[in-house]
């Protein structure tokens, strides 16, 4: 079993900065790409950042510039500073990553999913 758990969400104001952490744990192989998604109230879920296993990144075109995706290949985590944070920020933010584990004895890739961190930007 593999388990993603997110931590650093929070209220912040306009113009100010969050970290979100994600760590990945339970039985894994390796990790390959890691995401971070989020869903704002009445919307669908929009992927935000990506990152490879050898640090390849990749963003929405709203937060380039402002959000900064990395991780930790030795502590399987992945983190995302935001910086400038903006009102359209608000959103549940979820970790995601695919994961390669083993099941019933074999080597299989896992997409596994966080339980989601509430980020809020309000004066």
């Known amino acids: 079993q593999v388990q993603l758990v997110e931590s650093g969400g929070g209220l912040v104001q306009p113009g100010g900065s969050l970290r979100l952490s994600c760590a990945a744990s339970?039985?894994?192989?390796?990790?390959?790409?890691m995401a971070w998604y989020r869903q704002a109230p009445e919307k669908q879920r929009e992927l935000v950042a990506t990152?490879?296993?050898?640090?390849?990144?990749n963003y929405t075109a709203p937060v380039k510039g402002r959000f900064t995706v990395s991780r930790d290949n030795a502590k399987n985590t992945v983190s995302l500073q935001m910086n400038n944070l903006q009102p359209e920020d608000t959103a549940v933010y979820y970790c995601?990553?695919?994961?390669?584990?083993?099941?019933?004895?074999?080597?299989?890739?896992?997409?596994?999913w966080g339980q989601g961190t509430q980020v809020t930007v309000s004066t």
């Open positions: 995601n990553a695919v994961t390669i584990t083993t099941i019933q004895g074999f080597v299989r890739p896992l997409e596994v």
């Open positions: 339970g039985n894994i192989l390796s990790i390959n790409t």
């Open positions: 990152i490879t296993y050898r640090g390849s990144t």
